[in-house]
């Protein structure tokens, strides 16, 4: 079973404490620069890979980017931070594949640290973002819902071209992909599953959009409705399965171990259909733990 220590569930996606004290606020830098002197590793380069069939990993050491492949056209899931779509575009580059084949951007959330880099990223492609009705306004604002006027959670604004609904498919070219709304860590979380063939065998790939509370309120809460969408989320995705599990954050699906398996010769080293239910779980029981702490307060 996989362990996720707390610090780190707390840590990933927004920290609790902002790094940004009175006098770095005080200078002209863009907010974001700020989260990679905070979080190096999300602006550190690894060697893009093809994770299985047509999905590769196109993300930086601590921020997943997926590139889905077809000869109609791509898609890529998330942008990491504004300053990590360069290195996303060099990644795509440099596994042969042309940036502005990409027809269509994807978030799991609308959060600083996987929105940031879609604005740079459609200039460069020319893509369209599809994304949930429930983040659109962050999306498009630039900002982290409930935080609104915090500059420290900021993102640059990028228009939504088209939403998608629960259950509702995205095609390009062969790839057939389909949106689950799974709100909680933000109102529209968004999480993706299509099917990837390896060695002749389909396997169920899920694009998790993640489920940990770290720098939302619950109480008093975040976006109105926050308790009750993250248990409807976690009573949904209780029975999931997947064989293949992708999150946004490389940690939370053991990506390097996984990779080093690869390399050493398993081209199955990333099917687990045990790991999202053991991820799901530790989500679970942080979120209670949380919302406990929150009501005692
Ligand atoms: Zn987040």
Request: glycine share 8%; proline share 5%.
């Amino acid at each position: 079973m996989a362990i996720f220590p707390r610090a780190a569930l707390i840590y990933v996606c927004c920290l609790i404490v902002s790094p940004f004290s009175a006098g770095a606020q005080q200078n002209q830098s863009a907010p974001w620069d700020q989260w990679s002197i905070s979080n190096p590793t999300w602006v550190e380069a690894v060697k893009p890979f093809r994770i299985i069939g047509n999905i590769y990993y196109v993300g930086s050491k601590g921020l997943s980017s997926f590139l889905i492949t077809s000869s109609g056209g791509h898609i890529l899931i998330d942008g990491g931070l504004p300053q990590n779509a360069d290195l996303i575009a060099r990644n795509i580059q440099s596994l042969g594949f042309d940036v502005s084949d990409i027809i269509i951007l994807l978030n799991s959330h609308a959060h600083f640290d996987h929105s940031g880099g879609l604005n740079a990223l459609k200039g460069l492609s020319g893509a369209q973002l599809v994304a949930s009705e429930g983040d659109r306004a962050a999306l498009e604002g630039g900002f982290y819902l409930g935080f609104e006027n915090n500059r420290n959670f900021a993102a640059p604004p990028v228009k939504v071209d088209r939403t998608v609904r629960n259950n509702e498919t995205v095609h390009v070219g062969s790839i057939s992909i389909t949106a689950t709304l799974t709100p909680g860590h933000t109102k529209g979380c968004t999480s993706w599953n299509m099917s990837a063939v390896e060695q002749n065998t389909a396997y169920e790939v899920l694009f998790f959009c993640g489920a940990s509370v770290a720098g939302n309120n619950l109480v008093p809460a975040q976006y109105d409705g926050i308790v009750d969408d993250y248990r409807r989320t976690f009573e949904k995705t209780r029975e999931w399965r997947p064989d293949v599990l992708l999150v946004n954050h490389p940690f939370y699906f053991n990506m390097d171990e996984k990779r080093a398996e690869q390399v050493a010769g398993n081209p199955l080293a990333f099917v687990d259909p045990n790991e999202f239910s053991a991820l799901i779980q530790s989500f679970e029981r942080a979120f209670e733990q949380s919302y406990k702490q929150a009501v005692e307060r």
